[in-house]
């Protein structure tokens, strides 16, 4: 079995952020976020990582996390860009959006020989995620069924005290493996718990705040990218009459598809971490403070990567 690989999902345009949220420094030394999930994710055992980055952001990315990294770890780049469709599809009139997370993995596609976990370049995962993951995809690979994973976390753990959220919000069976996740694209915190909407605010649906939820961390084999590739067609073919310009190819989507056809199996992997994110500028202080006290209690050195070059 070849090791499993990280591939990072970096190509999000950062519309409710305001800016290149990627490459904006939250630690003592210009560390930015995805510094802290690579550290992690090396120390777990990880050594190759495939960043999912557009064209338009490739110098900048490269200057501010690549560069650095890739004399730590081996670096490859895979780029999601709009035009990168199936025969007989062209990018609709005005979209700028990107396709989504699955259209983010399926660029990577041509890099990926083995295991590989997913993650988002914006999000802090914690220690344990990355050694979970690890350890899971390195002793497990597909027999009768495909052998998938994910990291789910307490929904009370992932709010933003500054604006709504997207979460993947899990439901397991009694073995532990996951029955379904669907993607709630409007949670907000309220009276101590969250809600949902779906009908831009008329109606809320409330969500315990230990509901489990996914935040994009995936562990998947090789077979998942042509099971992603064979349908994404079909799946343009029926949103992009109802929604050409914001329509998205969620991972979630194909992963609950294939529990359904009982192609897959995935296991629930569980963090007790907090996860924090800067999906609004607002919410940066609290990354920046969080890491600061895990700096203090030695969770990391000053220096990040000083120990490692």
Known sequence: ???????????????????????DPVGPNGEVIIDYSLYDAYRAGFRTVIFVIKHEIEEAFRAAIGDRISKIMEVKYAFQQLDIL???????????????????????????DGPFAVINADDYYGVEAFQVMY???????????????????????TLS???????????????????????????????????YTEDGGESWVDLPGDTPVSMNLWG?????????????????????????????????LVVSELIDEKKATVTVLHSADKWYGVTYREDKPAVVNAIKNKIEAGIYPMDLWEEKK
Not at 1 to 23: F, H
Not at 135 to 157: E, G, I, P, Q, W
Not at 221 to 246: G, I, M, V
Request: net charge negative; proline share 6%; charged share 25%.
């Open 86 to 112: 199936p025969t007989g599809f062209e990018v609709p009139e005005n979209r700028e959006k990107p396709w989504g997370t699955c259209h983010a993995v399926l660029a990577a596609k041509n890099l990926i």
């Open 220 to 252: 998947f084999t090789k077979s998942f990218l042509q099971e992603a590739e064979n349908r994404f067609a079909d799946w343009l073919n029926e949103n992009l009459p109802k929604n050409p310009l914001k329509c998205e190819y969620f991972l979630p």
């Open 135 to 157: 350890d899971y995809l390195s002793t497990h690979a597909d027999d009768d069924f495909y052998r998938y994973c994910m990291v789910s976390y307490l929904l009370k753990n």
């Open 1 to 23: 079995m070849n090791k499993p690989v990280l591939v990072v999902m970096a190509a999000g345009m950062g519309s409710r952020y305001g800016g290149m949220k990627q490459i």
């Open 161 to 195: 005290e500054n604006g709504s959220v997207a979460r993947g919000v899990c439901i397991k069976n009694e073995d532990g493996t996951l029955q379904s996740v669907t993607e709630r694209t409007r949670i907000e915190p309220c009276d101590g718990g969250a809600h």
